[in-house]
């Protein structure tokens, strides 16, 4: 489900793993997210970084699936946010998701209150899994890509995908610091 936010408060949860080692984010920080700022630091380390042998098969099936899914975003869904420059953000109400995406972004990481105003894709996070176990041709994975980006957010967590203005009002330590507010 892609809406319009305009001034609407999310929050992103900003990751310090191999690919991103700093913030850029500072309180009244303002910048944009989208097409025109390029890969985020997440693909930009998969296209500089990966050099032969350097990754095991989870890692090459997240980038095959990332480049099967932009592929047919490109193709089908144009309007939509790319996960290859987008920001990756919560809604404030959605302390459970909040506290999901936590746990599945195991590093050192911050969360960063922001004001959005621009376009919030929603989807259902379930369609992004795959497992090298499970895994068996390209059309099965095209299939799952198309389920994402036409899909509405269901009853597991919920995906969003940020494109447009952004500035940054807090910076918090912990999830119990956004559940508070």
Not at 15 to 30: Q, Y
Not at 89 to 100: F, G, L, N, Q, S
Not at 116 to 142: A, M, Q
Not at 167 to 174: A, D, P, T, W
Request: glycine share 8%.
């Amino acid at each position: 489900m892609l809406r319009e936010v305009n001034k609407e408060i999310f929050v992103h949860i900003q990751s310090f793993a191999e690919w991103k080692k700093t913030s850029p984010f500072k309180v009244g920080f303002e910048g944009t997210a989208g097409v025109d700022q390029g890969f985020n630091p997440y693909y930009r380390y998969l296209h500089e970084n990966q050099e032969p042998g350097m990754y095991d098969m989870g890692i090459g099936l997240k980038m095959l699936r990332e480049y099967v899914f932009e592929d047919i975003r490109s193709k089908l869904f144009p309007e939509l946010p790319s996960r290859q420059t987008c920001l990756w953000v919560v809604p404030m109400k959605k302390a459970e998701d909040i506290i999901y995406w936590k746990t599945q972004l195991d590093v050192d990481r911050q969360f960063i209150l922001l004001e959005l105003t621009g376009k919030v894709f929603s989807t259902d996070e379930s369609h992004l899994h795959i497992r090298p176990e499970n895994f068996r041709n390209i059309k099965e994975l095209e299939g799952k890509a198309k389920d994402y980006w036409g899909a509405e957010p269901g009853d597991s967590v919920e995906e969003n995908l940020f494109e447009g203005k952004f500035k940054v009002l807090e910076i918090l330590s912990e999830t119990g610091d956004i559940v508070q507010k």
